[in-house]
């Protein structure tokens, strides 16, 4: 079998094969008592070897291969800032290695997450510790690292001042990671809600932000950040009337939850949705299969707590058909429901929720 050798400066070697023959030596063991110029010969050469050997990927140890590199990303980010292409020939490397060898993220350390971070806010190599970011997102035990660093709050500066490239990029990896009940009350926590809203005002990355939106009404906290926030349900009102059937059908479902959660939140949410019957009136009709049923179960749940408030005494004076206010009433911390549609007891079918991605 004809083997090729790539030799480094420190007479470490990496053996390449054009019939895809396993690694046998751990190419990064000694790296750190290289020199500098040795250690980026050595990272260059593995990840030149890995692009033309995939399998090399699978049978190197990750226990042996990530703490060098991490050593010597943390090195060439202390060097000065002529090492930006240094770290990014790192950062490829990991990349290639991780989405060779997914076993690998289940070792990683919050220190690689910290340090991820840290890339994030420099331009030279933010794009590369995002794509490291976004295949880590994939990954559920990545999770609760995540949240312990600041990379929400990083990918979010990105979505809002970031390189025009990158702020597609970033959105698509919050979303992803919004999928996570635990991602998504850390986002409450961080205020998400108010940034998102001001997305969707500003109607850039409208169709990502309702998604994320979605995922964060599957919590209660979520819930009370999207009613007290100001212009949320405005905004996520006024999606009805968007030609995107994603963005129709992920307002439905955001409305519909808050409507059949709590009665005080169907008031906000007509307060708040200038002519949000219409619309919903047209979407039954006009609407994508799935918008059709969630409007039509929208206006029967704002029906039905209608017709109970005007037959309790003095329901007609809270007529769910008010005049529209600027700022939100305060509203308590909804108490999760047992029975009926997303926890209300109403004669409506029960439909399972989706979130169009």
Request: charged share 25%.
């Amino acid at each position: 079998m004809p083997m090729q050798t790539i030799a480094s400066e420190s007479g470490t070697e990496v053996t390449d094969s054009t019939h895809h023959s396993e690694v046998e030596i751990e190419p990064l063991c000694e790296l750190s008592k290289l020199p500098w110029d040795a250690q980026i010969k050595v990272v260059q050469d593995v990840r030149s070897l890995f692009e033309k050997d995939s399998r090399a990927v699978r049978s190197v140890s990750p226990s042996r291969f990530l703490e060098p590199l991490i050593t010597f990303l943390k090195n060439a980010h202390e060097r000065n800032g002529t090492e930006g292409d240094v770290v990014k020939c790192g950062l490829d490397l990991l990349l290639t290695f991780l989405s060779g060898n997914r076993k690998a993220i289940e070792s990683l350390k919050e220190d690689l997450f910290e340090m991820l971070c840290v890339f994030l806010g420099s331009e030279l190599v933010a794009e590369e510790a995002l794509n490291v970011l976004e295949v880590l997102s994939n990954h559920p035990q990545s999770l609760s690292k995540i949240t312990s660093t600041s990379s929400l709050s990083s990918l979010l500066k990105i979505a809002e001042s970031g390189a025009e490239n990158l702020q597609e990029q970033a959105m698509i990896t919050l979303k992803k990671l919004s999928s996570s009940n635990e991602i998504c009350l850390e986002m409450a926590s961080l205020d998400f809600v108010q940034k998102l809203t001001s997305f969707l005002q500003q109607n850039v990355f409208s169709k990502h932000s309702i998604i994320i939106l979605n995922y964060l009404c599957n919590t209660e906290k979520g819930r009370v950040c999207i009613t007290e926030t100001p212009g949320c349900l405005t905004s996520i009102a006024e999606l009805l009337d968007s030609n995107v059937p994603e963005e129709v059908e992920n307002a439905i479902s955001i409305l519909l939850q808050l409507c059949v959660e709590k009665i005080e939140y169907c008031y906000l949410v007509v307060r708040e949705g200038l002519n949000i019957y219409s619309s919903l009136l047209l979407i039954s009709n006009n609407g994508t299969e799935e918008a059709k049923v969630g409007a039509s179960e929208l206006l029967r749940a704002l029906a039905e707590v209608e017709e109970e408030e005007s037959s309790t005494p003095g329901g007609a004076t809270t007529s769910l058909v008010v005049t529209p206010v600027t700022q939100q009433e305060p509203i308590t911390t909804p108490s999760p429901k047992n029975s009926g549609l997303f926890g209300l007891s109403f004669p409506i079918s029960k439909k399972k929720k989706k979130i169009k991605l």
